[in-house]
């Protein structure tokens, strides 16, 4: 794995956290909360911080470690440009090499159409080829993007899957070479935040959606996020495309250490 210094970590993490699909990850930072807490009891601003906090937090940050335990999701009945979804065979091989003890989940060249995929603690799902491509479908449904316990913009919610989501997991990592390609465009998934209209104008949400929104992250959440914990390595080479946040142009991340 490519290293970085530690000052290219710290000034790329914030442009690479969101350029990875994992921000929508309950927590998603490798350096864990107690450390966070012990190096800036009292930071209310930039100018609180200091790169001797840095270096603080980076001994927390370590490569993850997985298990020399490798499978490929040919063998659990992925089958690659056929166009039907690959979802439940690509999902049984991370939940069984989690159960396994851990190792990594290969998913080789080609195109993959999916709904949402949930990592398992000690799994690496690994995109092995440049033409690798997991396709997420346009087909927004319960059954492809379940409910589940997340985040938005810092408020506790349930809303529709991410399209890589985990939660209370641990030691998990996403590389490779391949595309995550999200399908989304001004008539999908985009159209949530925004409408574009047929004579190019945008119009944005009005005051009733914002209330509703409100309404959606004020409601208690029926079960506790207070022990969630996601530590998750960045892809090598691993790119975002057409994905359904704004940030849909990113360029493809640097790979960064992360935590155990």
Known sequence: MKKITRRQFLTSAGATSAALLLSSLPHAAAADENCLRKVTPAA??????????????????SDPVFPAYTV?????????????LDTAAIQRAIDETSAHGGGTVVIPSGVYDVGAITLKSNVNLHLESKDTVLRFTRDITPANYPLVFAHYEGSKLYNWSPLIYAYQQENIALTGKGTLD??????????WSRTVNPDGTITKPGNNDVKLLRKMT???????????????CAPTSTSPSNVPMSWSRASPSPTLPCGS
């Open 44 to 61: 209310t601003n930039s100018n609180d911080l200091s790169w001797d906090m840095a270096e603080e937090i980076l001994t927390h940050i």
């Open 72 to 84: 490929n999701v040919l063998d659990y009945g992925a089958v690659p440009n056929d166009g039907k």
């Open 182 to 191: 999200g399908q989304a465009d001004k008539n999908n998934w985009w159209n």
């Open 218 to 232: 004020t409601a208690p959440p029926q079960r506790s996020a207070s022990s969630a914990k996601a530590t998750i």
